[in-house]
C-alpha cells in the first residue's frame, strides 16, 4: 500500500471515529434530557401504588373494626393479615403485598393512631378538598373516632407548619389508619396533599368512594353513584 493510501484510511478511520463520538455525544444529551421525566414517571407509579395499597389497609381496618363492632382496633399489621374468624377458617381481608410500603425504605407502614394531633390536620385538608364538607362514615360505629376528631376542626389550626419530627411507630399499637415514613414531597396530589407522610389511609371520612382523575391528580372523596373508582 502506497503511503497516499495509508494516509487516506487512516482519514477516513478518523472521520468515522469521529461521527461515532458526535452520535454518541449526541445520545447522551438525549438521555439528560429525558432522564428528569423518566424519572417522575417512575416516581408516579410509585405513588399510584402506594395509594391503592393504602387504600387496601384502610378497607381491611374498616372490616376489622366493624367485625368486632368496635370493640378494639387492629394492633399490627399481623392482625390484618391474619384474617377474621369466619367458621373453622379464617376471611382474609389483606394481601400481603398491600402490607408493604414501596414508598418506605423498609417496607414499613407508620401506624396512626386515634389522635387528634394526627388525625385532625388531615381531617382539616379533606374538609378543603371537598369544599368545606368532610364526607362521613357510612358505618357509624367509627362516629366515636371521626367525632372526636371533627369537634378539633372548630379549633383554629396551622396546618402549614405541621410537625415533621413525627414518632415512626410500625407495630404494637392501635391504629385506625397507616401513613408512609417517606417525608419526601409527592407528585401526585391525594386529598390535595403533596407529602407522602402526610397522607393518612383511614376508613374515617372517606364518604362513599373514592375518585381518581386522569392524568396524574388523585381526587377522594364521595362520588355520586356510590361507587369506588380507580
Wanted: proline share 5%; aromatic share 8%.
Amino acid at each position: 500500500m502506497t503511503m497516499m493510501g495509508r494516509q487516506n484510511n487512516r482519514s477516513e478511520s478518523g472521520m468515522t471515529l469521529f461521527a461515532v463520538m458526535a452520535i454518541m455525544a449526541i445520545f447522551a444529551v438525549g438521555l439528560l434530557a429525558v432522564a428528569p421525566s423518566v424519572q417522575q414517571e417512575i416516581q408516579r407509579e410509585k405513588e399510584i401504588e402506594a395509594i391503592a395499597r393504602g387504600e387496601e389497609v384502610a378497607e381491611a381496618i374498616r372490616q376489622y373494626v366493624i367485625f368486632y363492632r368496635g370493640t378494639k382496633l387492629p394492633n399490627s399489621m399481623d392482625d390484618l393479615l391474619d384474617g377474621l374468624p369466619q367458621g373453622t377458617k379464617k376471611r382474609m381481608i389483606l394481601r400481603a403485598s398491600a402490607a408493604i410500603d414501596p414508598l418506605s425504605e423498609d417496607g414499613k407502614w407508620r401506624l396512626i393512631k386515634a389522635d387528634v394531633s394526627t388525625l385532625g390536620p388531615f381531617a382539616r385538608r379533606v374538609q378543603n378538598f371537598n369544599g368545606g364538607a368532610l364526607p362521613g362514615n357510612t358505618n357509624p360505629i367509627f362516629d366515636r373516632w371521626s367525632g372526636m376528631v371533627t369537634n378539633s376542626l372548630n379549633v383554629e389550626m396551622d396546618d402549614d407548619n405541621e410537625a415533621d419530627d413525627f414518632e415512626v411507630v410500625t407495630e404494637n399499637q392501635p391504629f385506625i389508619g397507616v401513613a408512609s415514613q417517606d417525608k419526601g414531597a409527592s407528585v401526585i396530589a391525594y386529598y390535595g396533599i403533596e407529602n407522602h407522610s402526610k397522607w393518612i389511609f383511614t376508613p374515617l371520612f372517606r364518604g362513599t368512594g373514592v375518585v381518581r382523575t386522569p392524568p396524574q391528580i388523585l381526587r377522594a372523596g364521595p362520588d355520586d353513584s356510590g361507587r369506588q373508582l380507580y
